[in-house]
């Protein structure tokens, strides 16, 4: 919703503390901290960041792929 509306700053912070409990939780390499990283790398590239958004969603992708193989389509 906050995404659609335009209201970018106000999902940035709840994002990232979700974010970081599922990294501090899960640890770094799991796949709901993939998920999370996405969604922060959608937000960076909606408000313009675009070299942000690539570093994090590369960082995702090598999560999914550590995990699931490298031919994994999550």
């Known amino acids: 919703v906050y995404l659609v509306s335009g209201a970018w700053e106000e999902v940035q912070a709840p ?17 709901a901290v993939a998920r999370a990283l996405k969604l922060k790398a959608e937000l960076a590239l909606t408000m313009g960041d675009t ?3 690539k570093r994090m969603f590369l960082k995702a992708d090598q999560i999914v792929s550590d995990h699931y193989g490298a031919e994994s389509l999550e």
Do not use: K, Q, V, Y
Not at 15 to 31: K, M, Q, S, V, Y
């Open 15 to 31: 994002l990232e503390r979700a974010f970081e409990i599922r990294a501090e939780t899960l640890g770094e390499d799991h796949p």
């Open 51 to 53: 070299a942000g958004a």
